[in-house]
Nanobody
Framework: QVQLVESGGGVVQAGGSLRLSCAAS????????MAWFRQAPGKEIESVAA????????YFADSVKGRFTISRDHDKKMVVLQMNSAKPEETAMYYC??????????????????WGQGIQVTVSS
């Protein structure tokens, strides 16, 4: 069973930075594309960022372009989301996801098969 474990969430002041990490725990599993999504209370889940298998292609939601970065470490089977200049409206549960077969970065939830349990990020004003 593939498990994705998120870490690094918490409370950050508006304008501050936070680093989210997600690692695949299954030794025999090699994550292909990896992505981050978020869901605020009462709202639909939305894409944040994604990175391709080789890390050569990335996707960012318009709302985070220029402020967030995404990177990955193949050896650690990990993806990292660096959040900079955080905004209060970005308070949400953040989820890591990876697909079974897709190697390209995608912002669609339908592209992903495995999801982490989520980690809370609160941006205080």
């Amino acid at each position: 069973q593939v498990q994705l474990v998120e870490s690094g969430g918490g409370v950050v002041q508006a304008g501050g930075s936070l680093r989210l990490s997600c690692a695949a725990s299954e030794r025999s599993f090699t994550p292909l594309a990896m992505a981050w999504f978020r869901q605020a209370p009462g709202k639909e889940i939305e894409s944040v960022a994604a990175i391709s298998w080789m890390g050569s292609n990335t996707y960012f939601a318009d709302s985070v372009k220029g402020r967030f970065t995404i990177s990955r470490d193949h050896d650690k089977k990990m993806v990292v989301l660096q959040m900079n200049s955080a905004k209060p409206e970005e308070t949400a549960m953040y989820y890591c996801a990876t697909p079974q077969t897709t190697i390209n970065a995608s912002g669609s939830t339908r592209a992903y098969d495995y999801w982490g349990q989520g980690i809370q990020v609160t941006v205080s004003s």
